[in-house]
């Protein structure tokens, strides 16, 4: 049974870009989380996405937005990368939305230059 | 503002020993905590969760505590074992209300169990 798939593994990214990234659900999951993850720190909380919506947000940017798919795949983008933005993104889906019991991807390392 | 704190950024003990990691949380509507194994290039594996109507959850060699007046709470492995070294989040969450689903992470605890 696949877990949480996430692509790419790793990327590099130059100041200003822009940049998608995809994770595929774990199987019989509906909702999806983002988290971002910087170098030394926990995961913070991005935002949350069922039934193709948007239904949680943390305090980031409007520069990170998100999709939800119909097969549940969602993607995660970036505009006007900055150098901050270098950091583990993580995607997480559960069952439902009051589930907790994340299943987490391995992530995808950005590095911006 | 940081709302989950983990003091402790490693722990090392002693295979066989036991090793406690601790959290502390500021805000009060927390009410559903979860710990968190984190592997090098892995995503965080769920351990074991306790919600604020207990004060103890167990699960195998894994009990968490929780002390909701000094909004503390600890993981403790017994006994400890090499495999179990890895980094340790404690994770916190208002399970009703509009935030639901949003968990919120402290900052990690590398807990290191030698042979």
């Known amino acids: 049974d696949a877990g949480v798939t996430q692509s790419p593994t790793h990327l590099i990214k130059t100041r200003g870009q822009q940049v998608t990234l995809r994770c595929s659900p774990k199987s019989g999951h509906d909702t999806v989380s983002w988290y971002q993850q910087a170098l030394g720190q926990g995961p913070q909380f991005i935002f949350q996405y069922y039934e193709e919506e948007e239904r949680q947000r943390g305090n980031f940017p409007d520069r990170f937005s998100g999709h939800q798919f119909p097969n549940y795949s969602s993607e995660l983008n970036v505009n006007a990368l900055l150098l901050g933005d270098s950091a583990l993104y993580l995607c997480a889906s559960s069952l439902n939305l009051r589930n907790y019991g994340y299943t987490f991807g391995s992530g995808t390392r950005l590095t911006v230059v | 503002d940081q709302q989950v704190k983990q003091n402790s950024p490693s722990l090392s003990v002693q295979e066989g020993r036991i090793s406690i990691l601790n959290c502390d949380y500021t805000n009060s509507m927390f009410d559903y905590f979860l710990w968190y194994k984190k592997y090098p290039a892995e995503g965080p594996t769920f351990l074991i969760s306790i919600s604020s109507i207990k004060d103890k959850n167990e699960d195998g060699r894994f009990t968490v505590f929780l002390n909701k007046s000094a909004k503390h709470l600890s993981l403790h492995i017994v006994p400890s074992q090499p495999g179990d070294s890895a980094v340790y989040f404690c994770?916190?969450?208002?399970?009703?209300?509009?935030?639901?689903?949003?968990?919120?992470f402290g900052q990690g605890t590398i807990l290191t169990v030698h042979p």
């Open positions: 994770a916190a969450t208002i399970a009703g209300g509009t935030s639901y689903g949003k968990l919120t």
